[in-house]
């Protein structure tokens, strides 16, 4: 079953069950994968990787707005952004966990030669093409960083 099927799928059984956080985040998400079908044009199919980059950016703006929300002390408005991302966050691939960040850095680090801090922008770059987004940027920037020094 595509992902895109899984989601009409739970968006159904959660407009059944009423649960209101998550049949208006399914709703905002499949809002946004009709956006990028229009896009595209109805000839092109929605691949797995494209519902997944739709995902991380609805995650990213969700964190965004949820450190707004605290800056400005609404914390309950925070709170729900949060709740969101829990509710997007099954979609995607399961991440890698930090000990397999780890030996992707040393390996990808092996294969490029880099041992210096000036070489950060090409051991990540080779870090991200063989993670293929199963980890999160910032987490591998901040391996790859101590990694270096």
């Known amino acids: 079953m595509s992902l895109t099927n899984e989601i009409t799928k739970d968006l159904t059984q959660a407009m059944k069950e009423r649960t209101e956080p998550k049949l208006s985040t399914l709703r905002m998400l499949k809002a946004e994968l009709q956006k990028l079908q229009a896009d595209k044009g109805k000839a092109v199919e929605i691949t797995d990787d494209d519902v997944y980059a739709v995902i991380k950016k609805l995650i990213k703006q969700r964190k965004d707005a949820a450190e707004q929300?605290?800056?400005?002390?609404?914390?309950?408005?925070?709170e729900a952004e949060l709740a969101e991302i829990k509710i997007l966050e099954p979609y995607l691939p399961k991440q890698l966990s930090d000990e397999e960040i780890d030996s992707l850095i040393a390996e990808a680090a092996k294969e490029i030669n880099a041992t210096s801090p000036k070489d950060m922008g090409k051991l990540m770059k080779a870090v991200m093409a063989k993670a293929k987004g199963l980890a999160d940027g910032s987490r591998v920037k901040e391996k790859v960083s101590a990694f270096l020094n």
Not at 69 to 78: L, M, V
């Open 69 to 78: 929300y605290k800056a400005g002390g609404a914390n309950d408005r925070a």
